[in-house]
């Protein structure tokens, strides 16, 4: 066989899919799932027992991690439902160009996060003017990135 092939092969992530299933009956408050295509955090659940031969419900209320919208979902206990990978990460922030943070990570600069159009992202923004050092906490899930927190970095 010859080696004349010239195959290209697309990188991708290590294979981390961006939700996993877990039954229903195995969710906890606090934790997240997927519910109408969001990833959010469960604030509230209740499981009610139905008639003779019917299944437990499970009651799931849960708040959008990126709008704060608050959606609720019934599912039979047994049931899967998917639960998003949620990664949180803190970066240095370094500048704010055209409502987009620069930040630094390990020497790498991250430049596609959005500044929040929230009083948050106006407390960042005036912060950031003062000459303070900070720190945002970046949160990821489903393929999208959201600022949620900031903080003053820890003068050494």
Known sequence: MSDDHDNSFATADAGASLTFPMQCSALRKNGHVVIKGRPCKIVDMSTSKTGKHGHAKVHLVAIDIFTNKKLEDL???????????????????????????????????????????????????????????????????????HALAYKEAPQN
């Not at 930040?103 to 991250?110: N, Q």
């Not at 005036?126 to 970046?138: A, H, I, M, S, Y």
Request: proline content about 4%; hydrophobic content about 30%.
């Open 75 to 145: 599912s039979p206990s047994t049931h899967n439902m998917d639960v998003p990978n949620v990664q949180r990460k803190e970066y240095q922030l370094i500048n704010i160009d055209d409502g987009f943070l620069s930040l630094l990570e390990g020497g790498d600069t991250k430049d596609d996060v959005k500044l929040p159009d929230t009083d948050l992202g106006q407390q960042l923004q005036n912060d950031f003017e003062e000459g303070k050092d900070l720190l945002v906490t970046v949160v990821s899930a489903m393929g999208e990135e």
